[in-house]
C-alpha cells in the first residue's frame, strides 16, 4: 500500500461548472503524477509534480491546472468542466528521486460532466 | 511524435498456456521500459521493469524481453491461470524518468 488516497473517488458535474480533485499521499514521496484513462488512449499524463510548488505539464495539460502547496497533496483542478473530460483520473507516485523506478497508483476518481 | 503500441484486441489462452503480449514504440529512445497490470475499476500495479541494456528480466511466472533495436518489448506469462485475466500495460521512461507514458493496453482473458 503506496498510502495514496484520491477524493472524490465519483463525482458527476455539469458543464461549465468547476472540479476539483484530490491526491493525498502519506509518505512524503517528491514526484507526484496525475493521469487521464480513456478508453482506446490508456493512459495519458496530465500534470506532474516534482516538489512543493513545483509542476510542469504533460501531454494532455489543456483545460488543467494543479497546485502543491504541501508534500502531501496534488490537486487537480478543472476550471470550467467540459464534457470531452469525462474520464477516470488516477493519481501517481513514484518513490526516490523520480529518475527510476516504479509508478504508484490511487484507486481513481471516476468524473461525468454532462 | 513518440508513440507506443499495444495489441488492442483482446488475447484469450486456455488455462496453462503461455501467455505472449507485445509492445512496439516509435520515436523514443527509453531508458526503460515497465509493465503493469490493471484489473477493471482499480489502478495500475506495477509488475515488471526492464532498464535498456537488458535483454531479459524475470519474476516468478513472468518474463519480458526488451529489444532497443526492433524498439519492442514482449511479456509473458508462463502456466497461466484464470486469475491472470486483466489488462497489461507497456510503459516507457526516457533518461530523467521524470514522464512515464503508457500504451493503452492488452485485455487478456485466461479460460479455465
Known amino acids: 500500500d503506496a498510502g495514496i488516497t484520491q477524493s472524490p473517488r465519483h463525482k458527476v458535474t455539469e458543464t461549465g461548472t468547476p472540479v476539483t480533485l484530490r491526491c493525498h499521499q502519506t509518505e512524503n514521496h517528491r514526484y507526484m503524477y496525475w493521469y487521464r484513462q480513456d478508453p482506446g488512449h490508456g493512459l495519458r499524463l496530465i500534470h506532474y509534480?516534482?516538489?512543493?510548488?513545483?509542476?510542469d505539464k504533460g501531454e494532455v495539460s489543456d483545460g488543467y491546472s494543479v497546485s502543491r502547496s504541501k508534500t502531501e497533496d496534488f490537486l487537480l483542478t478543472l476550471e470550467s468542466a467540459t464534457s470531452s473530460q469525462t474520464s477516470v483520473y488516477f493519481c501517481?507516485?513514484?518513490?526516490?528521486?523520480?529518475?527510476?523506478?516504479?509508478?504508484?497508483f490511487g484507486e481513481g476518481s471516476r468524473l461525468t460532466v454532462l | 511524435s513518440q508513440k507506443i503500441e499495444q495489441n488492442s484486441e483482446a488475447l484469450n489462452i486456455q488455462e496453462g498456456k503461455t501467455a505472449t503480449l507485445t509492445c512496439n514504440y516509435t520515436n523514443y529512445s527509453p531508458a526503460y521500459l515497465q509493465w503493469y497490470r490493471q484489473d477493471p475499476g482499480r489502478g495500475p500495479v506495477f509488475l515488471l521493469l526492464?532498464?535498456?541494456?537488458?535483454k531479459e528480466k524475470r519474476k516468478e511466472r513472468l518474463k519480458v524481453t526488451f529489444d532497443t533495436t526492433l524498439k519492442q518489448s514482449l511479456f509473458h506469462i508462463t502456466a497461466s491461470q484464470p486469475a491472470d485475466s486483466a489488462t497489461y500495460l507497456c510503459a516507457l521512461d526516457n533518461t530523467g524518468g521524470f514522464k512515464t507514458i503508457f500504451g493503452a493496453g492488452t485485455r487478456l482473458f485466461v479460460k479455465a
Open positions: 509534480s516534482y516538489g512543493v510548488k513545483d509542476t
Open positions: 526492464i532498464r535498456e541494456n537488458e
Open positions: 501517481a507516485i513514484k518513490p526516490g528521486q523520480g529518475d527510476t523506478g516504479e509508478l504508484f
